[in-house]
Nanobody
Framework: QVQLVESGGGSVQSGGSLRLSCAASGYTDSRRCMGWFRQAPGKEREGVAA???????SYSDSVRGRFTISQDNAKNTLYLQMNSLKPEDTAVYYC?????????????WGQGTQVTVSS
């Protein structure tokens, strides 16, 4: 059974930084692809960043250059370093496993963690 548990959300002022973590268990696919999605009030859930088993990364246009996704395979932990945060980054952020190509969706989800950026 795949379990994903996020931590690290919170409130920050515009221009600030936050680091999200996701502790994963039960996900042993050798071609694993994990990622982060977010959902703002009244909007659809969207892919933010993804990383595959070879360490290749992809980002949405809205966060490229500001966010960095990484993983520690020894700790089974996924990270999202978010810098230069903007009010439009405010959303619930979800850790995801078995991410589809182009971050279209994912098969497994964490419970979500709130990120609020004030101007």
């Amino acid at each position: 059974q795949v379990q994903l548990v996020e931590s690290g959300g919170g409130s920050v002022q515009s221009g600030g930084s936050l680091r999200l973590s996701c502790a994963a268990s039960g996900y042993t696919d050798s071609r694993r692809c994990m990622g982060w999605f977010r959902q703002a009030p009244g909007k659809e859930r969207e892919g933010v960043a993804a990383i595959d088993s070879d360490g290749r990364t992809s980002y949405s246009d809205s966060v490229r250059g500001r966010f960095t996704i990484s993983q520690d395979n020894a700790k089974n932990t996924l990270y999202l370093q978010m810098n230069s945060l903007k009010p439009e980054d405010t959303a619930v952020y979800y850790c995801a496993a078995d991410v589809f190509p182009l971050m279209a969706w994912a098969n497994y989800w964490g419970q979500g963690t709130q990120v609020t950026v004030s101007s």
